[in-house]
């Protein structure tokens, strides 16, 4: 599943209660509809949905009763600011063979006597809290390298005045700077002749401001590295 199917799904205020809900535990179709107030019907079509893009599961119990849980472990990030859109989905996976090989060498070793139950689960919640800070301190730090990669995006667009000697090139620079691109997308975003682009892309290359390197066939250009060395 892609980022924008994920953030389609997400668009419904009672998929994102159900999502919720079902963060908390599993619960039945019955369960979901009491908690919401929405009509059970409502409820199975929303659950067919996610079901259907793989973010929930169902199971049977013993009285034949289907139940539904969170099925997958992904994280969506999404980044808003003047000078960026940015929306990524990471599937959140366990190294299932690493750690299948530590328990096979554990498994050759002596056997450590037997913890206290009660010790393992301190142990276990003290480690949890440890990870709640390290995501909160994450969090803190995306948000003050946002807040500076705006900061210098302004101070870029301010420089821009005494490098572009047209508006067509400040366009140009402006778009590299968010991200190096072919010429045939700067003619699809600025929506201009690829004659213009071209010309604009060789002269500020001959200039030293940008420089493109080949990949997969196609020149990406790119805002130049090592500095300005004017001709």
Not at 125 to 151: G, V
Request: with cysteine; glycine share 4%.
């Amino acid at each position: 599943m892609d980022s924008a199917t994920l953030l389609d799904i997400l668009g419904n205020e009672n998929r994102r209660k159900i999502i919720q809900l079902l963060a908390n535990r599993p619960c039945y179709v019955s369960e979901i509809s009491g908690r919401l107030g929405v009509g059970p019907k409502a409820i199975i079509s929303h659950l067919g949905l996610l079901e259907q893009a793989g973010l929930i599961e169902c199971s049977v119990d013993e009285q034949r009763r289907k139940y539904f849980n969170i099925a997958n472990n992904m994280r969506l990030e999404v980044s808003v600011s003047p000078y960026a859109y940015t929306v990524s989905l990471h599937d959140i996976v366990f190294e299932k063979e690493r750690k299948g090989e530590t328990l096979a060498a554990a498994g050759k070793k002596e056997a450590p006597p037997r913890a206290e139950p009660s010790s393992v689960f301190l142990k276990l919640s003290s480690r949890l809290q440890e990870l709640k800070t390290r995501q909160e301190e994450l969090a803190r730090m995306q948000q003050q390298l946002q807040a500076e990669y705006t900061e210098l995006m302004d101070s870029c667009l301010d420089s821009l005045e005494g490098v572009a000697r047209n508006p067509v090139e400040c366009e140009v620079l402006f778009e590299l700077l968010k991200n190096e691109t072919t010429a045939a997308a700067l003619c699809y975003n600025l929506r201009l002749h690829p004659s213009i682009i071209n010309a604009n892309l060789i002269d500020l290359a001959e200039r030293g401001f940008i420089e493109y390197a080949i990949r997969n066939n196609q020149q990406y250009w790119r805002i130049r590295e090592t500095g300005v060395e004017k001709a």
